[in-house]
């Protein structure tokens, strides 16, 4: 019975620790997902969306509506030496009041009324044609956003994973120093060693632990921000997969950023071509039915009519002119804006990658240092049990090993946060 509640605790606490375990994939994922940015863009294409069936409706079906008047212009009549109030004049001679042909008695008009635009294709199409390269550029808007998050991200998790690693380099320091001062102990008891050198070793010990306590709670605050920037609002403390960031194959001819100043090309032009629908002719049928009258109405007002109504900007004050103008100097904006990104790219490319040559050279001379500091550390361990070496000596060993073995990780941390730049800029 105990073996099996063991077995089972067992099985728990593998699914405890594999639960508490993230990799950098999981935490691109939750920021993508908590994005607004993103999210704004989306919904942005479903406004698109909307706005083409609106422009789609407008254009291909007919506007109907129920349009009433009443109109009344009443007069005080002087004919016949009198003063008459009139709401419909009979055909006054003498009279106060507007003009009696201002309203003919009256007006009263209730109807239905029908317009329908005719051969609008064009108009649709360049609508279809701006409608089309906003969506893609909501779409080239997320990419870069995805992008720009993976390279906050990254850069966040890697300083979590240092902090991370320099409490582990530390925890494992200190487990060593305290297995000496065991053996210590064994040899100040003997006399071997006085009571001021195990003194010495304790407080070097001490040291060890507030540097793994300082780095753990540095661990922690750097994966709150990591939580942050991701939209977690779990805040247990997990652990982080080690990652190894690989550059990048050369994109430069295919650059995804070059995808934006493509599309803004685009809309430029789409835009242009839509101003340039009102310059053309255009048609609509109208017709109406219901009644009709200026004096009271009746039945025999009731009737319909039909027609066509046509319309063509012959002369607007050379807008269009002016428009064209503002384009190609949009056009010339975004060319120069484009070649000026070639430059950024090629200049920090090549910024990166020197840097990330200088490191590979430092990190191999690093750990043949620490090579050699791991078989000198096991000559020390035997010289400090039989008493050939003082405990500074030990010590100050100690103390190297430690400092290689950070200058080491910062080395490789280092050089994967240039990786994620380099990469950056060659997406």
């Known amino acids: 019975m105990k073996i099996l509640q063991l077995?089972?605790?067992l099985i728990f606490f593998v699914v405890i620790v594999n639960a508490q375990t993230r990799d950098l994939n999981y935490y691109f994922e939750q920021a993508k997902t908590s994005?607004?940015?993103i999210n704004k863009s989306r919904n942005n294409n479903k406004i698109i969306q909307l706005d083409m069936q609106k422009v789609k409706s407008i254009i291909s079906k007919p506007q109907v509506n129920v349009e009433a008047n009443v109109l009344f212009s009443p007069i005080i009549s002087h004919d016949n030496n009198s003063n008459k109030f009139q709401w419909v004049s009979d055909g006054a001679n003498s009279y106060t009041g507007y003009d009696l042909a201002y309203s003919d008695g009256g007006q009263y008009q209730a109807y239905l009324s029908v317009k329908q635009p005719l051969f609008l294709g064009g108009i649709y199409k360049s609508y279809s044609q701006q409608a089309e390269i906003q969506t893609n550029l909501n779409k080239n808007n997320i990419i870069l956003t995805q992008h720009e998050l993976e390279k906050l991200v990254s850069h966040q998790y890697i300083l979590c994973l240092q902090a991370k690693?320099?409490?582990d380099i530390s925890k494992s320091l200190l487990n060593k120093l305290n297995e000496q001062l065991q053996t210590m102990q064994k040899l100040v008891e003997n006399a071997i060693y006085k009571h001021s050198d195990l003194m010495l070793m304790q407080i070097e010990s001490d040291n060890y632990k507030l540097k793994y306590e300082k780095y753990t709670n540095d661990?922690?605050?750097?994966?709150a921000d990591l939580n942050l920037l991701c939209g977690i609002t779990d805040t247990n403390t997990v652990n982080l997969k080690i990652v190894n960031i690989q550059l990048g194959a050369d994109t430069i001819n295919s650059s995804v950023f070059l995808e934006k100043y493509k599309l803004d090309s685009l809309s430029i032009i789409a835009n242009r071509q839509l101003f340039n629908q009102?310059?053309?002719?255009?048609?609509s049928l109208f017709a109406n039915a219901g009644l009709n009258a200026i004096y009271m109405p009746s039945v025999n007002r009731l009737g319909f009519a039909t027609g066509l109504n046509f319309s063509w900007n012959i002369f607007d004050g050379n807008q269009k002119k002016i428009q064209h103008n503002k384009?190609?100097?949009e056009m010339q904006t975004l060319e120069f804006?484009?070649?000026n990104f070639y430059k950024q790219t090629k200049i920090n490319k090549e910024r990166y990658l020197s840097q990330i040559k200088a490191i590979d050279k430092q990190i191999v001379i690093v750990q043949n240092q620490l090579n050699q500091y791991a078989k000198l550390v096991e000559l020390y361990k035997i010289q400090l049990s039989q008493a050939q070496i003082s405990i500074m000596d030990f010590k100050n060993i100690v103390r190297d090993i430690y400092a290689k073995k950070q200058e080491n990780l910062n080395l490789q941390l280092q050089k994967q946060a240039l990786i994620i730049?380099?990469?950056y800029w060659n997406f």
């Open 7 to 9: 077995s089972i605790y």
């Open 35 to 37: 994005s607004p940015l």
């Open 165 to 167: 690693q320099q409490s």
């Open 219 to 223: 661990y922690r605050t750097n994966l």
């Open 278 to 283: 009102k310059y053309k002719p255009k048609l």
């Open 327 to 329: 384009s190609l100097i």
């Open 337 to 339: 804006e484009k070649q």
């Open 421 to 423: 730049s380099y990469n």
